[in-house]
């Protein structure tokens, strides 16, 4: 109580009515309290971070608190009456403004719908709308115009790009094939080569080769005419040719 | 004529009250129709003027309001707070608010009263 009185004085000072009565409602709810009993008094009941409502359902009452009955605040009866009074006034001034700014909103409204110049603001909108489409139409179209050019090209682009691609494999391919060949014809002749190296017939030896027809002649010369190899030769390096065989 | 828009609301219905906003010892209100159900500093539907309650340098306290947007809002059935309806009331738009008439006869009488306690006690001390 005392610090309410406090506060009521300190309120006659200022000038405004709308911070006290703010701060007073404050201070019934027991929020953030700056007389230091009230503080100590809320530590020693709940120790928690200072909110408003600190205590839950299940809070017992702090111990400050045990005698202490709540009064409302007394109520003054002929303030009483003419409060009343005034509320009624209030209220009925407050009522008839309500219902003439509603009016005010539902005439714009209608206005705005089927009003003197509604007709013409309608049709002006509609024109500029049409107006407007019909640019953004052109616009559409020209730029759908050049989008097609240019896919065109690039279509061609790409085409071009494909058959020389095509081209370009075909050729490396065929370039790959004569390579090889060639490799393999180079192989093969350098395999001849090396085949026929020794027995390539001159004309000088390919006289005295045994061939089919020579071969019954040579037989028989070679029957009658039996070769000794056999010799003998001593360190001085004389050869003696005449053999025991004969 | 208001249309609930975005979250469905049940019953709710739109007011115009005093969302605080600044920092640590410095409060300051925006005048705005929101929502009943919704957070004090929550999504508003619009603002329609401010309060700062510290005075400024030259002893003032600044309000501004949208007469036009807060008569469409009243006009399509919003409620307004106590606090709101006083400021309405001291800047004339609304009829003067009772309870401020009766704090200030209150205070007047506290005065008077304070004056004739000094006097008494000063003739009692003379």
Known sequence: ?????????????????????????????????????????????????????????????????????????PVDPVEMVVLKERFTEYSLILRALRLEFKEQVLRKKYEDEVGSAAEERTKREAEEHRSLMAWNDAENLRLRQIREQRVQKETEAAELKRREAVLLRQQELEDYIKE??????????NLSVLCNNGMQPNKEEAKDFITMDNLDERIEEALDNPKNYNFAIDREGRVVKRTAIQ | ???????????????????????????????????????????YIEQLGSYDPLPNTHNEKLVAFNYERIKYWIGCGAHTTTPVAKLLGLAGFFPLHPMTITEAERRQKATSTEEVKTDNQDQVEL
Do not use: W
């Open chain 2, 1 to 43: 004529l208001a249309s609930f828009l975005l979250k469905k609301y049940h019953g709710g219905h739109v007011v115009i009250r005093l969302a605080l906003g600044g920092v640590t010892n410095r409060p300051f209100y925006r005048i705005v129709a929101a929502y009943n159900k919704r957070a004090r500093d929550g999504k």
């Open chain 1, 180 to 189: 090889k060949e060639r490799q393999i014809l180079q192989l093969q002749v």
């Open chain 1, 1 to 73: 109580r005392g610090s309410r009185e406090r506060f009521a004085f300190s309120s006659a000072v200022t000038t405004s009515s709308e911070e006290t009565s703010s701060v007073v409602k404050v201070q019934e709810h027991g929020g953030q309290c700056e007389d230091a009993q009230c503080y100590i008094a809320m530590l020693e009941s709940v120790a928690c971070t200072i909110f408003m409502g600190r205590k839950s359902r299940t809070d017992p009452k702090a111990k400050s608190k045990l005698g202490r009955i709540k009064t409302p605040p």
